[in-house]
């Protein structure tokens, strides 16, 4: 099938890719020129897992490439995805502008039928909004397809080569039976399509977000109150994730969830729910929480170091919002980075892959250090935000020979509290 692609981020970039993966011929197109060329001369200009590899061998085999131009891609795509960000307003809503931009230009330049399927995150009503907007432009025949995407950063190729389920949202049966045949072939083990109207296919991927959203909070709730009863979250939480009514996974406590999704989506469907006259108050008291949760930490170093945090050193390991992504948005290291700076800190930071994009954002306001050893050295404390996988096991006589004094707070529960008392090692994490 002949597809365009329009918005070559995360979610683009790997639907493209992953699209050519399967045999289609697949025109990502995008309104940074500098990305164009980036792509164009070969390089993936996001970390993703296995993405630079299905990329190379794509691009190698003519069925991946690249544009600004949006009228090239619509002479060559007969289905249009839609990959635009849908950042959060002022007021928590989601911004769509980049979308009603892009389908004014659709509007203008579509000569023949086309399906416009929507992988961005959108309130209810978009699919609607896209329609009506196209139709007064012209008179050409077309369908809008809403079509969450789930992946998840750092896994996204796998999640989406071999997706749980695939959400159609259409009211029209060729567009529908389109959309089986290109998913068709990801779908193994039986793993369901759902097709359903466009407005539930909207609202499935929010309350998605929002459940597991959720689900993160109750128990970093739990954990913050086991720490004052003296329990342990670890013991809660396997023992509770072996009912399979509530299940292991999205149980793990932490200094609260970021990312380019969760944060703006909970405010959208929030604010979605105000303009329906819905009051959301468990989504309301979600948001609330995680706001104090990503600096949860912030108090107790406070109290280990009195109250005097200036020219304090502190490392931070982990400054991507999550493992295995270069993606810093809604990162709580940030907001933990932020208040330390506030109090007079000096921030030594290590990340294996978000350095870059960190630079961009704070510049010499930080130091950043050449590998997660470089940055203990001489530090009066470790802050851990994030659980790349090289920091679960490292060398702590190194660590202790290191620092000013081997003090080590932990956002991601990395480490075994009885271990960390017979090192002689100060340890504080969450809920533990
Ligand atoms: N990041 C994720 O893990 C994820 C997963 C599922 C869904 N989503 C949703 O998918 C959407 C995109 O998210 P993302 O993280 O990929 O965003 P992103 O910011 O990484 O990528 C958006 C891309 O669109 C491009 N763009 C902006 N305006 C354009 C225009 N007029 N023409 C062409 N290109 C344009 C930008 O340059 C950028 O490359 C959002 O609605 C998001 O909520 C994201
Ligand atoms: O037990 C857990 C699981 C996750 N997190 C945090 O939650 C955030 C989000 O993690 P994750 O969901 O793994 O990453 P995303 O790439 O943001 O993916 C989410 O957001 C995407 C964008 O909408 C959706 O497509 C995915 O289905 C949804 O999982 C991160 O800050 C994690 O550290 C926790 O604190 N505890």
Redesign the pocket.
């Known amino acids: 099938m002949h597809i365009a692609v329009v918005g070559t981020g995360y979610v683009g970039l790997v639907t493209g890719t992953c699209l050519a993966e399967m045999g289609n011929s697949v025109i990502c197109i995008d309104n940074d020129e500098d990305k164009v060329n980036r792509m164009k001369s070969g390089e993936v200009p996001i970390y993703e897992p296995h993405l630079n590899i299905l990329f190379e061998r794509n691009i190698k085999a003519k069925r991946l490439r690249f544009t600004t131009s949006l009228e090239e891609a619509l002479d060559f795509g007969n289905i249009v995805f839609l990959a635009l960000p849908t950042p959060e307003k002022k007021d928590g809503s989601a911004d769509l502008s980049y979308i009603t931009k892009v389908v004014q230009d659709i509007g203008d330049l579509i000569e023949d039928y086309k399906v416009i399927v929507n992988k961005s995150?959108v309130p209810v009503g978009t699919a609607k909004l896209v329609k009506e907007i196209i139709s007064k432009r012209t008179s050409v025949d077309f369908d809008v397809v809403s079509n969450p995407?789930?992946?998840?950063?750092?896994v996204?190729v796998d999640?989406f080569l071999r997706p749980e389920r695939v959400v159609i949202g259409s009211s029209s049966q060729k567009a529908i039976e389109i959309m089986k045949r290109l998913f068709k072939p990801y779908l193994r083990n039986n793993n369901p399509i759902f097709v359903m109207d466009e407005a539930s296919a909207e609202i499935t991927?929010y309350a998605?977000?929002s459940f597991?959203?959720t689900?993160?909070t109750f128990?970093?709730e739990i954990a913050n109150f086991c720490e004052r009863v003296g329990a342990n979250v670890d013991m809660v939480r396997t023992a509770m994730g072996a009912d399979q009514r509530i299940g292991k996974?999205?149980?793990?406590?932490?200094i609260?969830?970021?990312?380019?999704?969760?944060p703006k989506?909970l405010k959208a469907l929030h604010k979605l729910g105000k303009d329906y006259g819905y009051n959301f108050a468990v989504l309301d008291a979600v948001i609330k929480v995680n706001e104090k949760q990503k600096v949860i930490l912030f108090p107790s170093m406070e109290s280990y170091f009195k109250n005097d945090l200036k020219a304090k050193k502190i490392a931070v390991w982990g400054l991507s919002?999550?493992p295995e992504?270069d993606d810093i948005r809604e990162?709580?290291s940030l907001y933990m980075i932020d208040e330390l700076l506030k109090k007079g800190s000096k921030i030594n930071a290590f990340d294996p892959e978000a350095i870059p994009n960190v630079r961009r954002k704070y510049g010499n306001k930080l130091q950043y250090g050449k590998d997660m050893y470089d940055v203990v050295e001489g530090a009066d404390a470790l802050l851990i935000c994030?659980e790349w996988a090289i920091f679960r096991n490292p060398n702590f006589e190194r660590i202790k020979s290191l620092m000013n004094v081997a003090v080590i707070f932990d956002g991601r529960n990395l480490f075994d509290t009885i271990e960390m008392k017979e090192l002689g090692i100060y340890y504080q994490s969450i809920g533990r």
């Open positions: 995150t995407e789930f992946l998840r950063e750092g996204a999640d991927k998605s977000n597991l959203a689900k993160i128990m970093n996974q999205f149980l793990y406590p932490g609260g969830y970021g990312g380019a999704c969760f989506d919002f999550k992504t990162a709580p994030t």
